[in-house]
Structures are given as structure tokens and as C-alpha cells.
């Protein structure tokens, strides 16, 4: 009798289980991808970070920060449309914000095919005022610096730093001030989600290994903490901007060793 009443047990389980698992399915939340929001500086001359490597759908915004001159920057495809070499994948929407001139003032883009995108500002190009981004991992053939003005060679990435831990950290500074650009925009639960995404993938990443060899990981975790709970309870913009300047702090140390 014991037997059959184990065995009952079991069946129920299984039953209510599949019926759990059906009923479950088409009430989930959808697994939906949240898009990315880099946010990329353009000061007086450089593009902070100079490089990116993003995948397709990630959303790359650059913000004037500095005009010191008042002759403004733009963020200019590398396109014959631009009166330049095409440097970005056959195919890709070329852009240009045209000038900027007020702080503050952003530009958008939605990386959607793989491949190396090269851009510039048209001012300051022989200055060496230029980026480049990755989408999708590293491109073949790889494209090289050539045909760019000299001063730009020297400063723009190459594939091999992008795809390596250098370009790691120039994400890891994009998207905090990719959260500090959401927070500004009264996108604070889009906010919040990105700093947890990045969170939740920190403890494996070569960023992490970084901060760890110059002893400054628990550092950058408690920064990000901080930053998590001003984001919470809905701090001031100077305070997260603050806490943001914290942590990029010890990200920016890394890019200069
Ligand atoms: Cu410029």
C-alpha cells in the first residue's frame, strides 16, 4: 500500500509539474536584450574613450563636454560622403552630428553591422581627434592605420588593444557614463539595470583581473555599490556624477599604466 501511495505521490508530482512548466511558459517576462548605452566624451581634442568594442544593437552616444576654443567638434563617419576614405563596413549608414557647440549637447548611434567603424572630427582631425569602434568582434581583414593623418595613427586604437583588455576597460568607462547619461535623462531604471548587468559580469572580466593586480578591486566594487545605492533612492545628479568620477578614477589608471 505504501508503495502505491509513493507512487501516486510521484505521478501527481510530475503532473502538477508539467502544468507548472506550461502554465509558466507564456507568462515569463520576455528574455528581451537590453540595448547598451555607451556614452563616449568628446573634449578638447580627444574622444574619451578613443575606442570601443560594442555588438550589434548597442547604442553609442557621444557628449560635448569641452569647447574651451568655441569652435565646437563634431563626430564624423569615415565615409565618401564625408570627403574621406570609407572606414567603416560597406553597407553601414555613415553619420555626423554636425557641429557641437553646447555643452551637453549629444549625438546618438545604433551600431547594427559588424565590422570597424573610424570617425572623426572634422576640425580637429589632424590633430589626431579621431575613434574607432568595434562591433562584433574583431574584423578580417583588420583594417589598418594607414591613410589616416599622422597625428591620428598614434592616437587611434588598434584592433589588438580593442579587443583586448585595454578595450575592456575603454567599455567598462563608456558604460558608467552611459549610466550617468540614463540617470540625467530621468532613466534611472534603465540605469540601475545596466550598472547591475555590468555588476553581474564584473567578477569574471579581464577589468576586474586588472584592478585586482594594482590592488584596487574591492575599491571599484565598493565605488560601484555606492553608485548603486544613490541610484536606488534616487540621489542627485551631482552626487551620482560624483560617484561615477570615482570609479572611473581607477579605471582611467588602468588605461595609463
Ligand atoms: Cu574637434
Known sequence: MERWLALLAALVAVIVG???FWLGGPTRPNMEITQRVFVVEVRDHYFDPPGLSVLPND?????LKENAQGDGHTVTAYHPSQDRPLRIPAGARPW????????????SYVFALPGVYDYFCTLHEQQGMVG???????????????GLPAAAQSSIPTIEEL??????VFNAIALLQGIEYLAGQSQTALALRQLRDFQGVFAQSAVAAALAKQGVREQFESRL??????LSRGAP???LEQAVAH???????????
Do not use: C, F, H
Not at 547604442?59 to 557628449?63: A, C, G, H, T, Y
Not at 555599490?225 to 544613490?230: G, I, K, M, P, R
Open 18 to 20: 508539467m502544468l507548472l
Open 59 to 63: 547604442r553609442v552616444v557621444w557628449v
Open 96 to 107: 555626423n552630428s554636425g557641429l557641437m557647440t553646447q555643452i551637453g549637447q549629444s549625438y
Open 132 to 146: 574607432r569602434i568595434i562591433v562584433g568582434g574583431a574584423a578580417n581583414p583588420s583594417p589598418t592605420e594607414q
Open 163 to 168: 579587443s583586448g583588455v585595454v578595450g575592456e
Open 225 to 230: 555599490s555606492v553608485l548603486e545605492a544613490l
Open 237 to 239: 545628479r551631482a552626487a
Open 247 to 257: 570609479a572611473k578614477a581607477l579605471l582611467d589608471a588602468l588605461t595609463k599604466l
